[in-house]
């Protein structure tokens, strides 16, 4: 959530930000009318307040002269004076909880080094790595080399739940489960990761404060009970709340934290994309980077959480590419995005396998996190960064297709065969 003052002050500088993030702005011309409205009752009030101190000061006065019914009387004035006061107040409550829900449905202001455009054509790459994959044959996709090999079976998942549903057996379920434990491992390891296991159902406090609500009501998958419930649509959101409404010392930080959950999306707005295959299921899994840190920080742990994702892909040596996001294809509360794309050679292109993004004190303000510097100092808002580690379907199917082999078999990556008790390739019956 943004600052109520910054918007205030900068409001020319909020608009031309949302603008760039193709987001109404509108809005501020409400969050406006209503500030106005609340200075207005603020200087009614004071106003109300100053008249009742003297007035008390007069009746004191007139009690001592023994003018008791001159002091009555106003007595009583003092009285309508605080009914009028409290009905003021009241007001001005309602116009800030109202000032407060308008800037809940504010994205997050892009960093200044964010390409500016409407959409995902203005994204900039930054750097690849390996080169795309070639083949002497003609290619096949995930769903027809998983289904070829019998580890991957979509017709029985659709009989079961529904469509964008998928089921993996044998060592297509095996390869799933390796993958997870690699990146866990690389990360709990090699970067400095606390693994945890968070809760895969989670309460409407926690998904606002990590901006999944208001705006993405529609594509969560909400128990139908009196408790609010909603399965999480990836783990950032239990993850990123576990110190909601904390104080923190300031040598606590940073924090990193990883997570391996499924996740679930009802994937609303997406009707007719990428209906084929694993790139977008109603349940998948990730392993999850969460970071918290000083402000200060910020920038530099965000490019090293981008970092510990893309390591996951050079050691399993598929070929990708870093893109920074454009601000109007930025997530509603990142202040800066890098996008890293996997090669999918079927689709002859890179696919998303892994948003990275710097949320600033975004979230921190609206799930009340906080941390203090030494000496006693007042609390400020802690910097909270994500990202995946990678989504564990889109990097099983693109090990898939860049691994494929002539026969139909797929080569296993080295860094992968101990997790997979030492097997090399997986054909036919695996």
């Excluded at 106003?74 to 009241?90: I, S, W």
């Excluded at 504010?106 to 203005?122: C, F, Q, R, T």
Aim: charged share 30%; glycine share 6%.
């Amino acid at each position: 959530m943004l600052d109520l003052n910054f918007v205030r002050e900068h409001l020319a500088d909020v608009k031309t930000a949302l603008e760039n993030r193709n987001f109404p702005t509108d809005v501020l011309d409400r969050f406006s009318e209503l500030d106005v409205e609340r200075r207005r009752l603020i200087s009614e009030s004071d106003a109300i307040n100053q008249r009742r101190n003297s007035a008390s000061k007069e009746i004191g006065e007139l009690m001592k002269s023994g003018k008791r019914d001159e002091a009555e009387a106003m007595k009583t004035e003092v009285a309508g004076f605080k009914a009028t006061q409290a009905e003021l107040d009241d007001k001005r409550e309602a116009a800030e909880s109202a000032m407060r829900d308008l800037l809940a449905g504010l994205p997050n202001i892009p960093a200044a080094d964010v390409p500016v455009g409407s959409d995902e054509s203005a994204n900039v790459e930054i750097r690849m790595w390996g080169e795309p994959t070639t083949f002497d044959f003609e290619i096949k996709d995930h769903v027809d080399l998983g289904e070829s090999l019998g580890i991957l079976d979509f017709e029985r998942a659709t009989k079961i739940a529904g469509s964008r549903f998928a089921i993996m057996n044998g060592a297509g379920a095996r390869l799933s489960r390796a993958l997870v434990n690699f990146m866990l491992d690389v990360h709990t390891r090699e970067h400095g990761y606390m693994e945890t296991m968070p809760p895969f159902l989670v309460n409407r406090t926690s998904l606002f404060g990590t901006n999944q609500l208001p705006k993405f009501e529609e594509d969560l998958f909400h128990i139908k009970d009196d408790r609010g419930f909603a399965l999480i649509p990836t783990a950032e959101v239990p993850v990123t709340n576990y110190h909601a409404e904390e104080i923190l010392d300031a040598s606590e930080l940073p924090k990193y934290f990883t997570a391996y959950t499924p996740c679930f999306r009802s994937e609303a707005g997406s009707y007719g994309r990428d209906t084929r295959g694993l790139i977008r299921q109603h349940q998948f899994e990730k392993v999850e980077l969460v970071k918290l840190c000083l402000p200060e920080e910020s920038a530099e742990e965000h490019e090293k959480l981008t970092q510990n994702a893309e390591r996951i892909l050079q050691l399993l040596k598929l070929p990708y590419r870093t893109v920074v996001l454009s601000t109007g294809d930025m997530g509603f509360g990142a202040q800066k995005t890098y996008d890293i794309e996997v090669w999918v050679p079927s689709q002859d292109t890179y696919r998303e396998i892994s948003s990275c993004s710097n949320c600033g004190d975004f979230q921190a303000r609206r799930m009340n996190l906080r941390f203090r510097r030494a000496g006693g100092s007042k609390p400020e808002f802690a910097h909270t960064l994500n990202g995946s580690g990678l989504a564990v379907g889109r990097t099983w199917l693109a090990v898939l297709e860049n691994y494929q082999q002539a026969d139909g078999s797929i080569v296993i990556p080295e860094v992968l065969r101990p997790y997979m008790h030492g097997a090399e390739t997986i054909a036919a019956g695996s």
